[in-house]
């Protein structure tokens, strides 16, 4: 089993920028597509942006695509989502998860690690 570990949330302006850290143990990471969620409250968890474990596919949410992007680095066993140019709409926690498949997966079902989530609040 993965353990998963998010930091790097925080409160921000529109406009501005942040960067999520999701530190990785137990299972061989290098192997294990990733994907980070985020959940606004009484909403769904919603997919945004998910990488096979090979690292050169990614798959983004029309919502995010062109301002954010994830990357992993798998000496130091942590994936990173960078975030550019936040809306107030960006608002919710994010969740890093491990998935059970080698692809990219878009759905929770499909993750069967999940971190603690980190809380993101852009003001307008």
């Known amino acids: 089993q993965v353990q998963l570990v998010e930091s790097g949330g925080g409160m921000v302006q529109a406009g501005g920028s942040l960067r999520l850290s999701c530190a990785a143990s137990?299972?061989?990471?290098?192997?294990?597509?990733m994907g980070w969620f985020r959940q606004a409250p009484g909403k769904e968890r919603d997919f945004v942006v998910g990488t096979a474990w090979t690292g050169d596919t990614t798959w983004y949410a029309d919502s995010v695509k062109g301002r954010f992007t994830i990357s992993r680095d798998d000496v130091k066993n942590t994936v990173y989502l960078q975030m550019n140019s936040l809306k107030p709409e960006d608002t919710a926690v994010y969740y890093c998860?491990?998935?059970?498949?080698?692809?990219?997966?878009?759905?929770?079902?499909?993750?069967?690690?999940w971190g603690q989530g980190t809380q993101v609040t852009v003001s307008s």
């Open positions: 137990g299972r061989t990471f290098s192997r294990v597509a």
């Open positions: 998860a491990a998935s059970r498949y080698a692809g990219i997966r878009t759905h929770p079902s499909d993750y069967d690690a």
